[in-house]
């Protein structure tokens, strides 16, 4: 393996740890958790992270490996195949897609973009998994999804000013 491919798997892997940390602390912390799942969650801000730094194809790799990792810990509660890909697959790997989209000084479309997606499949969860209507099962995902990407929107682009130099320098 060469060292650039070395440095590179280890940063990946540190994406995934901080996503699997800021996902305990957001559990320790309790806010906006919804009775029947969903939460106030820090760890999409490292996934965020990860496809600035490293790109759409290595941002969406540490998203999957990320909820798999979840898995592993048991930090998943899924209700079937349906449910582990609308509720934790497709939702929490769209982050790593972020960078495709452009940002705008500190306006970073693709954090919208991509909460926007995860807001849509954990909606169509509730739709077609709990055969909730649409408006209900909107709201009640979009009661935990808006803080989480207000969250995002304040903590990604200071971090990634400030990380701009190592990110430069350790560009996978």
Avoid at 21 to 46: C, H, Q, T, V, Y
Avoid at 150 to 168: G, N, Q, S, Y
């Amino acid at each position: 393996m060469k060292k650039n491919e070395a440095r590179t798997l280890a940063i990946m892997s540190i994406y995934c740890a901080l996503f699997i940390i800021f996902d305990r602390i957001s559990e320790a912390l309790n806010l906006f958790k919804m009775a029947s799942g969903g939460k106030l969650n820090f760890g999409p801000i490292a996934l965020l992270i990860c496809s600035y730094h490293l790109g759409w194809k290595k941002g969406l790799l540490v998203g999957v490996t990320s909820v798999f990792l979840q898995l592993v810990i048991g930090s998943v509660s899924w209700y079937g195949i349906a449910s582990f890909l609308l509720d934790y697959l497709i939702a929490y790997s769209v982050y790593g897609l972020a960078s495709l989209f452009p940002s705008f000084g500190y306006f970073y479309s693709g954090i919208l973009i991509t909460s926007a997606i995860r807001l849509l499949s954990s909606t169509l969860a509730g739709i077609f998994l709990w055969e909730t209507p649409f408006w209900a099962s909107l709201t009640y995902n979009a009661t935990y999804m808006i803080p989480t990407t207000v969250c995002a929107f304040l903590v990604v682009p200071l971090l990634c000013e400030r990380l701009k130099p190592l990110m430069e320098k350790y560009r996978g």
